[in-house]
């Protein structure tokens, strides 16, 4: 196991309209988890630090292609804290939900093709280790909180030895 000595923070969205939610399929050429699917985003700048929302709005027109205007208002729902055996830095996630007044159909990014799916349909899918586990709990909260108004869950995630994720544990 590597000891941290960085901290990188990452916000993921997740885009919904009606019971459907806008995924990510990783290119297949990625370096990291290579066609496997996941929310919208990318890593915080260390100047955005003071405004999350605003990094998780950036990146999801950077990948997206969305004018930053377009961009729905978002929820900060859950945050959590991992790392990665193999990974020199502690990684914390930021998972965000908005809500968009139509699907959208966008053309293939630099990450890789979007999709519109079911949220019944995620169990289904190639999730990334950490997706698997947050994302229908996103789903979950939006079904119970549309709004937002709940605090903010916080997470650790759990490694097996193996470096395969065991759990996130949530306070």
Sequence with gaps: MVAPHALAAYTVTLLFHGDSCLLLER?????RFPGQWTG???RVESHELADLTAAARRELAEETGLPPHDVPPLVLRRAVLQHRPSRPELTLLLYFTGELPQRLALPPG???AFHWIRATELPQLPLIDNARIVLPLLVADRARDPAGNEPVRLG???WNPNGTIAEIVWS
Excluded: C, L, P, Y
């Design 110 to 112: 630099r990450e890789g």
């Design 27 to 31: 290119s297949s050429d990625r370096a």
């Design 156 to 158: 650790v995630a759990r």
């Design 40 to 42: 919208i985003g990318g």
